[in-house]
């Protein structure tokens, strides 16, 4: 199997939509589509892409506000993820997209929940799923240890880490999730992050100002 990936930047807040495929079958995995469907549609059609399935790492409006659209204009496939716990976030989406002048956000009840522990196929690969609440009560990292690769949505970032100045948040459980969750799968593995450029562990463990002391 070739793995391939993509990002498409998509919404105001430039969130990572990502597209993984196998560039041999041409099945496609899209996470988080916040927004912008035509968009990713588009990148879609010009690389001659089926999507599989939708995959979530949580629940804001930027990261799955397009998913019921998405998955409406793509036959119905499944939607997969975020954790349970950030079901009161997929279920005011378009509330979010309201307050955030966001237009065409649906709410979206996943075809499947996932838990610690869990596994989900992504364009073929296999990645295990990481329950890591903070930015959100729900939200989860995929990681393959084959590709030693993760897909963290909010919950990491290049130099800093996710927001949990809401309602819901917890700085002291995000830092939490990432030490005892995420570092010790080893400085060598890569990231894509939900918003900028990606990094490895091994990079942020030494140089991220939230992870350091």
Known sequence: MSLKASIIPVTAFGQNCSVFWDDGSRQATVIDPGGDVDAILAMLQRENLTVAEIVLTHGHIDHAGGAAELKERAGGVPIIGPHEADRILLDHLAEQGRAYGLEGARNVTPDRWL??????????????????????????????????????????FQGSIGRTDFPYGDHDGLIEAITTKLLPLGDDVRFICGHGAGSDFGTERRTNPFLRG
């Open 115 to 156: 838990n610690e522990g869990d596994e989900v196929t992504i364009a073929g690969e296999t990645f295990a799923v990481l329950h890591c609440p903070g930015h959100s009560p729900g939200s989860v990292v995929f990681f393959s240890s084959a590709l030693r690769f993760a897909v963290v949505g909010d919950v990491l």
